[in-house]
């Protein structure tokens, strides 16, 4: 299996920083990369496919990056309704795995 | 606009045989160009892909393989998940999900059902 990792594992910010949250894959993924929000008790919700493509209805403030092994999303300014947890998922390989998470508080 | 929603036994004890149903409203589930899949999610962690059915083929995490039946019930608008012989570590919350079979992701998702596998 490719096992993704994220870094950090969790991060305190403010309303209005830029917060850039990182991937790597143990082994490339080309470009099917994916990132999830995830709010408590509810599903993960899609961001960003592709490693850059914006989900429709998705804010322009999310943003993402990368190919091959290392990639990234970026929230250029953190609302108050962004603090959640991030997954990114990839699915170039069979089974589809995802990063153990980022969880994104309140400073 | 596409909903999905499982439906399911919240309770087991071990050796029994999970099943959980998708009912899929807003969209047909027999058009083409979607993987119908299921994940779950332990306490704590990152989601964990179950399998899927694309076009009445299915796959599965090699790591549930042998206990796993995923099929499609066109006529009830449904995929339904089957997973044989739980113990506790088949304990999470359980998400169906639409897959985009040109992108690879996974757009549309249940709300989830929390499964616990207790004697």
């Known amino acids: 299996d490719v096992q993704m990792t994220q870094s950090p594992s969790s991060l305190s910010a403010s309303v209005g920083d830029r917060v850039t949250i990182t991937c790597r894959a143990s082994?490339?993924?080309?470009?099917?990369l994916n990132w999830y929000q995830q709010k408590p008790g509810t599903a993960p919700k899609l961001l960003i496919f592709s490693a850059s493509s914006l989900e429709t209805g998705v804010p322009s403030r999310f943003s993402g990056s990368g190919s091959g092994t290392d990639f990234a999303l970026t929230i250029s300014s953190l609302r108050p309704e962004d603090f959640a947890t991030y997954f990114c998922?990839?699915?170039?390989?069979?089974?589809?795995?995802f990063g153990q998470g980022t969880r994104v508080d309140i400073e | 606009q596409v909903q999905l929603q499982e439906s399911g036994p919240g309770l087991l004890k071990p050796s029994q045989t999970l099943s959980l149903t998708c009912t899929v409203s807003?969209?047909?589930?027999?058009?083409?160009?979607?993987?119908w899949s299921w994940f779950r999610q332990h306490s704590g962690k990152g989601p964990e892909w179950i399998g899927y059915i694309f076009a009445s083929e299915d796959t599965y995490n090699p790591s549930l393989k042998s206990r796993l039946t995923i099929s499609l019930d066109m006529s009830k608008n449904q995929f339904s998940l089957n997973l044989n012989y739980v113990t506790a570590a088949d304990t999470a919350v359980y998400f169906c999900?639409?897959?985009?079979?040109?992108?690879?992701?996974?757009?549309?998702w249940g709300p989830g059902t929390l499964v616990t596998v207790s004697s």
């Open positions: 807003g969209g047909s589930i027999s058009g083409g160009g979607y993987y």
């Open positions: 998922q990839q699915t170039y390989s069979i089974p589809p795995t």
């Open positions: 082994q490339s993924v080309s470009i099917f």
């Open positions: 999900a639409r897959g985009q079979y040109r992108g690879h992701y996974f757009d549309i």
